[in-house]
């Protein structure tokens, strides 16, 4: 059964209860609720692993830190490298080189790897092949997967990371 809450922004997540005993969290932290909403369906084909969603920097640091601090860290942070909010390029070059006012991708892996040096995050961007994407590995993400990817294969590299 798919249960209805609000997240730290107010946006409706849905999480799936009373079905079995969930062991796994996925962290997705991306602005774009359709990439959610995407990933949502796609990922909870996965058995046994709780989605949960961030939809910008700032709160998926706050839940990770949440997590962490309750023993409950994620085993997979999914993250986007624009997390701005905006279309407009000028604007993202702002947010990509931290000059405006809302975590990057790439600062908020330095802040959840600060928490927990330990943290598996994935980079998971249409920003794959830029300096930007190498920023973010040289952070500390496990993988950089471009986002035009198919989502069954993104789904497959995500089971067999988890092992199932």
């Known amino acids: 059964m798919w249960t209805r809450r609000k997240n730290c922004a107010g946006k409706v ?10 062991s796994d969290k996925i962290l997705i932290v991306d602005d774009e609720p ?3 909403d995407l990933l949502r369906v796609y990922l909870g084909r996965i058995e046994d692993v709780e989605i949960l969603s961030a939809y910008s920097g700032e709160e998926g640091v706050k839940m990770y830190k949440e997590m962490h601090e309750k023993g409950e860290r ?3 942070v999914i993250m986007d ?11 993202i070059d702002l947010h990509k080189d931290g ?7 790439v600062r908020a892996t330095e802040q959840i790897l600060k928490i927990d040096p330990k943290a598996n995050i994935w980079g998971y961007t249409a920003w794959f092949d830029t300096d930007w994407a190498e920023k973010l590995k040289e952070a500390g993400v496990k993988k950089i ?10 789904v497959n590299m995500v089971r067999k990371f988890l092992r199932r």
């Open 99 to 105: 000059m405006d006012e809302k975590l990057d991708g």
């Open 34 to 36: 359709d990439v959610h």
């Open 145 to 154: 997967v471009e986002r035009p990817i198919s989502f069954q294969k993104f």
């Open 13 to 22: 997540d849905f999480i799936l209860t009373g079905v079995m005993q969930l």
């Open 74 to 76: 994620p085993a997979l």
């Open 81 to 91: 490298l624009n997390l701005s909010g905006k279309e407009d390029i000028e604007l």
